[in-house]
């Protein structure tokens, strides 16, 4: 009597299903990624190849039609220049090594420049002026 055995091993595999993973995957990213809108202001800022490695706590931007945003929590918020002082002193209270980077477009006149820096003067806060590295 002649009996086969049917535990053979097969030895092929079917990719077919790990590509419709991975193309789900890939459409996933995909839609998520266009869902996400940058908080960067776009700025065109002076160049320098000086560079420091200081970690501010707040943000002060001023772009080239003289808008003034701060960025406390992650997220650029528009403000009046009367403003910027509260803002900043809400953020960084009584901090005495509070570090303050100010971003400005390259042409912001120097008046509104120097008027940011007198603030942080006098609530004495450690300025940083940011700045692009010399090509």
């Not at 992650?74 to 509260?86: L, N």
């Amino acid at each position: 009597m002649a009996l086969k055995r049917r535990n053979k091993v097969d030895a092929s595999f079917s990719m077919s299903s790990m590509t419709d993973i991975v193309f789900l995957l890939l459409i996933f990213f995909m839609v998520t990624s266009t869902l996400i809108a940058p908080n960067a202001l776009k700025l065109l800022l002076p160049e320098s190849n000086n560079q420091t490695a200081a970690k501010p706590i707040t943000t002060i931007s001023i772009t080239a039609d003289l808008k003034y945003y701060v960025n406390t929590d992650g997220t650029p918020r528009r403000v009046s220049f009367s403003e910027i002082e509260p803002a900043l002193q809400r953020s960084i209270g009584d901090n005495p090594e509070a570090y303050v980077s100010l971003h400005t477009d390259k042409s912001v006149p120097v008046e509104q420049v120097v008027k940011v820096m007198n603030i942080a003067r006098r609530n004495k806060y450690k300025l940083i002026l940011a700045t692009a590295p010399e090509r």
